[in-house]
């Protein structure tokens, strides 16, 4: 391989998926607007005239991107990092206010989305952090400072309010468990949502049951003792019997939910005596996960009902199935399932698409742009949409994978796990698996702050790569 040769040691399959998913991404807005009023492709004064002009300037930047030596972007990552968290500031001053959110800095004519430009940023910069020289990934501090630089901008961008461009930033957990931290913390993580989706569909008491069964469980496991759990099991109950006997002979009427809690409460000192004086550390670290986990599923219904905005909440239920409304927040998620259905094997044809010609489908030119692909392409159009970034995201791997300098690497995982998070998340909430969170399918959806977004994550890895074998560290 030639060193110095940002051409010759160029990655141009990864060029070429992305110079493809590009250009099939135009043609599909261009669709989703076609009308007899928009029927020039470079029609500037309309939307696919519009994302022509993101292309080319796409291009361009992805161009000095690769111009630039690919030292300046580790020694100025922190630089990158700070800009993006300024204009996030920014954006909650000045900022124009679009669907309820002060998301756009109006540069001219230009409209910026601070919240996309900060995902290249956080990527360099947890990268830049993470490759530090004598750096201990398995010290708190590491911890800590990993979670600032990933929820800074998150939180920023939740006052806008955007909750979906928010929650993508929590997908950087990926990259700090690829560099080595504990796996119990993807763990946790994992149960933490599951957490809050079934203590949005089923009550308390009963999640209550789940955590108490699997914490007994658990010790049980830990401590190779099935005695122990049967006895640990028959004092949450002797507990739960002389409250529940306390309650029906004083008429106190409190309900199974504060009867659970009390019997809980008594049971965890008991528990906590005994783990002291027999000195059973992992025994007291279940209790304490277990004790934690109550107290997250009574603050599910604050976070739910305080922090998310009423037609996220709605959307959530829906995904969830514990309301109908298929003309209010339902309305596009049913409607996305009927233009992707309606297309069947092979699609109704390029401009053919009756759901979004007649606009029953709404932002579907952004958001739901993967409708307009399986109603014209059908199933067989976008089961090759799909397999393009499932090859994109494997070569990316492969990329990051094969990096000498550790920078580059982590910033490598970084990439992927943006991408996926985008495209497995936004094809997943056209069909109904996700609620709709309002994120671009990366390369499609019309818009020119996520395209150059991704563009700049893609092509600043493209220029790692070029340069792997100049450097080890």
């Known amino acids: 391989m030639k060193r110095g040769s940002v051409i010759a040691n160029m990655d141009w399959i990864t060029v070429l998926l992305y110079l493809i998913m590009i250009v099939l991404g135009w043609l599909n807005i261009y669709s989703a607007v076609y009308s007899d009023s928009t029927s020039e492709l470079l029609d500037l004064s309309h939307r696919q005239g519009k994302q022509f002009l993101w ?22 990552a922190y630089a990158f990092y700070g800009m993006a968290i300024l204009l996030l500031l920014i954006v909650l001053l000045v900022g124009k206010e679009i669907n309820g959110a002060k998301s756009w800095i109006i540069l001219g004519g230009l409209q910026i989305q601070p919240s996309e430009l900060a995902k290249p940023a956080v990527a360099i910069a947890l990268a830049r952090y993470l490759s530090g020289f004598n750096l201990k990934i398995n010290k708190f501090k590491t911890y800590f400072i990993s979670a600032i630089i990933i929820l800074s901008p998150s939180l920023l961008i939740i006052l806008q309010p955007d909750t979906g461009s928010a929650i993508v930033f929590f997908v950087f957990i990926l990259v700090v468990f690829r560099e080595g931290f504990p796996i119990s913390f993807l763990l946790i993580s994992i149960s933490l949502i599951v957490l809050f989706l079934l203590s949005l569909i089923f009550e308390k008491v009963i999640i209550l049951g ?43 009427e409190s309900g199974n939910l504060r009867i659970g809690i009390l019997s809980l409460g008594f049971s965890s000192i008991i528990f906590l005596i005994v783990i002291l004086k027999s000195r059973l550390r992992s025994a007291g670290i279940i209790l304490g996960f277990g004790i934690m986990a109550i107290f997250y599923v009574f603050t599910v219904d604050f976070a739910f009902n305080n922090i998310l905005d009423s037609y996220q909440q709605r959307r959530i239920n829906i995904m969830l199935d514990l309301e109908s409304d298929p003309h209010g927040a339902g309305y596009n998620l049913a409607q996305s399932k009927i233009a992707i259905g309606s297309g069947g094997l092979s699609g109704k044809g390029y401009l053919n698409g009756t759901q979004t010609k007649l606009n029953f489908v709404p932002e579907q030119s952004t958001d739901f742009i993967f409708c307009t692909v399986g109603e014209e392409w059908g199933f067989i159009g976008s089961s090759i949409v799909i397999l393009l ?72 890895l493209l220029r790692l790569d070029a340069s792997r074998m100049e450097h080890i560290n």
Do not use: C
């Not at 000498?404 to 490598?412: D, E, L, Q, T, V």
């Open 389 to 460: 970034f499932v090859f994109l995201l494997l070569r990316l791997v492969k990329l990051a994978e094969r990096q000498r300098s550790k920078f580059a690497r982590i910033y490598g995982y970084g990439v992927v796990s943006i991408l996926f998070f985008h495209f497995f998340v936004n094809i997943g909430m056209t069909i109904g698996m996700f609620p709709v969170i309002g994120i671009p399918l990366p390369f499609f959806s019309y818009g020119g702050s996520s395209l150059w977004a991704f563009t700049i994550l893609l092509f600043i």
């Open 55 to 76: 292309m080319i300037s796409s291009i361009i930047i992805a161009t000095i991107i690769l111009i630039i030596d690919h030292k300046f972007y580790d020694f100025f």
């Open 210 to 252: 789940i955590i108490t069964i699997l914490s007994i469980f658990s010790a049980g496991i830990v401590l190779r003792s099935f005695k122990k759990m049967m006895l640990s099991a028959l004092i949450i109950a002797g507990n739960l019997f002389v409250f529940w006997g306390i309650d029906s002979q004083a008429g106190l």
